[in-house]
Each structure stands twice: as structure tokens, then as C-alpha cells.
């Protein structure tokens, strides 16, 4: 569809905070324009033209780590340490989950990660092949991530998911990577590091959660989890760790030197008490932080909104500083930083010729109001209420408190419910 987004404030993001009133014209899955409105190309025959009247019109927020079969453990599995709660509780529930209760289940995330102005995800969960039917099918841009253990699948089946999904699909896109080092024997982190070199891959990993994680690796080799997949080979090729909470003033040289984002996902680790990430300190190595919701069975919501806010809350907390960690700079995480880290190069800003990722912001909310700093207040005071509109490559997929005409979100939740009946 040709569309027409005019009387806008428009925050492209490629200079945080900046606003300018405008114009957005979309034409297919592509930005056409993005201006003030007086130096416009040739205009196609529009198929619908909408009136933003002053809302705010940005890119999309970036999940940039999640697991959207959990939904199904939302509030199951509620207040246990980490290792307690994946051996005890989840690991076996995971282990009789099938191909179609990831489908459906991923599904429902769906439904959540529109309402939250959410248009690209990276998801690491069981059976990506039925998680990308689903994306592909709901319209949700997704990066798959393979979460490689010792409990399978082999590597041969990671290499064929990375031939045969990179390309199958117009919005799914599949990376290599394992669960974590505490997951993974050596000699499969050897044979995996192997592989990226063959295809010349960045790896990506949940690595440095919890401090026992830490201990236990030190404990096995000597090093620290960062270290060990350094001195394997692992980060050869640059690539993304998950959580990073208990990060060594070593392990922050390696993470710059290769270049390697952060995906920090502050609900998560708050509830597992995990800690608290060093987002200052990456932010002032100049290391790419991203954000992620992480699964809904340790958040439990999968709230863009909420993990901005406690980005730059718990950062002042842990430095004792109020000004750590401005919230311009969150926002960028969770817009651009997310893209990058995902290899998402043409989902980050709202310009000419990038994808057709967006959202609408309703600034005609008492939370958003009055007027005076709009790239703060969706950090400090912004809600998944304020979200109006959601497109993915071109597709309104959520407006106005609705999702599209094709989703029936009643059987999906029926469907959830039974899937969770049978897991018990």
C-alpha cells in the first residue's frame, strides 16, 4: 500500500531527540519521504492518507533478545534464582513443548510486541522453523538465534537452519549462536567456533548473567566466560552477548576490541536477581548496548516501554548518579542500537529508502503532556497506552488499540491456554 502520514512531529532518530513536523510517505514496504512537507518527490496515488494531528511518528523499537515461546511460563515459574528456575521449572516443561506450541505461543508474543510498538525481534527459542512460519505470517521482522547446548540440536542442524532460512522469507533472517558457556562443553564451543569461521559469522550468546555463572566458568578454565569464547575464536567475526551483568574491566577490552554489542535486559535480571548491568561503563568504552525483554517467564511482560525506564533508572542507582545514562541515549538503544546489533542496517532510522518500520506515538495522553521534552517523556513517562500505531514493512498491523483484521486474538489466546493446561 501507498500511504500518507502528514501533520506529524517526526523523530527520525538519526540524531536522538530531534524533532522536526512534517511529513512520512510510505510507498509498498519502503519510506518514500520523510520531511517538512515543501520539497516533495512526485507523489504515487495514495491508498490511504493519515492525519497524525502533531502525534510523533519514530521507528520502531528493537526487542533485541527474547524468547516468545515463553509465553506460556508467564507467571508460572515465578521467584526462583536463575539456575533453580531453568533446572527445575523450565528445562523440563521445555523438554515436551512441541514445534506447534512454539507457533502458537509465539503468536501470542506477537500480539504483545505490536501493542508495545515492538517491529523487530531477536528471538533464540526451541524450533525456529515454526517460530519464523509464525513472524512471517503475523508480519513481525524477526532474527533468529540459534541457542546451540549440549542437550541439542547437533551443529549440522544449526548449519542447515542458517543455509535454509537466511532467505526463505522476507522478514526472518537466522544467526548463529549457543545458549552459553555453561550450557556447551568445549569441544562443542571449538566445533561452533569452527563453523563461524567457515561462514565468516558473528555468534551471539547469553553470557555473564548471574556471578555464579562467572565463578563456575573460572572455575572450569580459568577465565571468565568473554575470555574463554575470545581465546576460542568465538568472537572472531563480532557478535552480541545477552545480560552481561557481571562484566571484568578485562572482559569490557575484549567486548570493545570485537567489537561485540550488549543486549541488556534490566526486568529480567531484576527479578531473577541477577544484578545490575554496567550500562555506563559500556556506554563509555563505547560498546553498542541494545535492549531485550527477555522471555515472559522471568520479566513477565514484554514492555519496551518498562525496559527503557529501568535502563536508565537502575544505571543512576548503581552509580549513584542521577545523570547516568540520559535517557536520549536509551532511547537510541532501544531504536537504533537494537537494529545494529541485529544486522537490521535498514530498520534503524526513518529515512528515504529504509524499511517501512514505524510507530505512532499519541501525545494526546495525560502522561505525554504538556509538550516539552517528547524524547524524555516516552523514557520517564511513556506507556504501551501512548502506542497508536504499529507498521512493519509497510503493513499497519496495530492501530488504535486493534490488531489487524486477519488476527483473531481470542483463538490465540485459547490456544495458549490449552498449550499451558498440558505443560502444567
Not at 25 to 34: A, C, F, G, M, T
Not at 84 to 101: K, V, Y
Not at 233 to 257: C, N, Q, S
Amino acid at each position: 500500500m501507498n500511504i500518507r502520514f502528514f501533520h506529524a512531529r517526526i523523530m527520525t532518530m538519526a540524531e536522538a531527540g530531534s524533532i522536526i513536523e512534517g511529513e512520512v510517505w510510505i510507498q509498498d514496504n519502503r519510506i518514500l519521504y520523510v520531511g517538512e512537507g515543501r520539497d516533495c518527490p512526485q507523489a504515487p496515488a495514495w491508498d490511504r492518507e493519515i492525519d497524525c494531528r502533531q502525534n510523533l511518528l519514530m521507528p520502531g523499537f528493537k526487542n533485541a533478545h527474547t524468547h516468545s515461546g515463553m509465553t506460556v511460563f508467564r507467571s508460572l515459574c515465578d521467584d526462583y534464582n536463575l539456575q533453580d528456575w531453568l533446572n527445575q521449572e523450565i528445562f523440563p516443561r521445555e523438554g515436551r513443548m512441541t514445534g506447534e506450541d512454539c507457533y502458537q505461543l509465539t503468536r501470542l508474543a506477537i500480539l504483545e510486541y505490536l501493542t508495545s510498538g515492538i517491529t523487530a525481534i531477536g528471538d533464540m527459542y526451541l524450533t525456529p522453523e515454526t517460530i519464523a512460519e509464525a513472524c512471517q505470517e503475523m508480519g513481525m521482522r524477526c532474527v533468529l538465534v540459534s541457542g546451540l547446548n549440549r542437550f541439542g540440536p547437533p551443529l549440522e542442524v544449526m548449519e542447515k537452519r542458517y543455509k535454509e532460512l537466511n532467505g526463505k522469507y522476507d522478514l526472518i533472517t537466522y544467526k548463529m549462536g549457543v545458549h552459553a558457556e555453561y550450557t556447551c562443553s568445549k569441544e562443542l564451543l571449538e566445533s561452533v567456533s569452527r563453523l563461524i569461521h567457515q561462514y565468516k559469522a558473528p555468534l551471539f550468546v547469553h553470557m555473564s548473567e548471574t556471578k555464579a555463572e562467572v565463578e563456575e566458568c573460572i572455575g572450569r578454565y580459568g577465565i571468565t566466560p568473554p575470555a574463554l569464547f575470545d581465546s576460542l575464536g568465538l568472537f572472531d567475526f563480532g557478535g552480541t552477548i545477552y545480560h552481561g551483568v557481571h562484566i571484568t574491566p578485562e572482559d569490557m577490552e575484549i567486548l570493545k576490541r570485537q567489537k561485540i554489542s550488549v543486549i541488556t535486559n534490566p526486568a529480567s535480571n531484576a527479578k531473577l536477581a541477577s544484578g545490575i548491568a554496567p550500562i555506563g561503563e559500556y556506554l563509555r568504552q563505547g560498546i553498542r548496548v541494545g535492549i531485550g525483554t527477555d522471555g515472559a517467564s522471568s520479566n513477565n511482560c514484554l514492555d519496551m516501554f518498562r525496559e527503557m525506564f529501568l535502563v536508565t533508572a537502575l544505571a543512576k542507582l548503581k552509580e549513584k548518579d542521577p545523570s547516568a545514562v540520559d535517557a536520549l541515549k536509551v532511547l537510541t538503544m532501544a531504536t537504533v542500537n537494537g537494529a545494529l546489533s541485529m544486522e537490521l542496517h535498514e530498520s534503524d532510522i526513518l529515512a528515504a529508502g529504509k524499511l517501512a518500520d514505524m510507530i505512532m506515538i499519541d501525545l494526546h495522553q495525560p502522561n505525554m503532556q504538556p509538550i516539552n521534552n517528547i524524547a524524555k517523556n516516552l523514557v520517564y513517562s511513556g506507556s504501551k497506552l501512548n502506542v497508536k500505531l504499529t507498521m512493519i514493512n509497510g503493513r499497519i498491523l496495530y492501530e488504535n488499540g486493534r490488531f489487524s483484521e486477519a488476527v483473531d486474538a481470542e483463538e490465540i489466546y485459547a490456544q495458549a491456554n490449552a498449550i499451558l493446561e498440558r505443560l502444567r
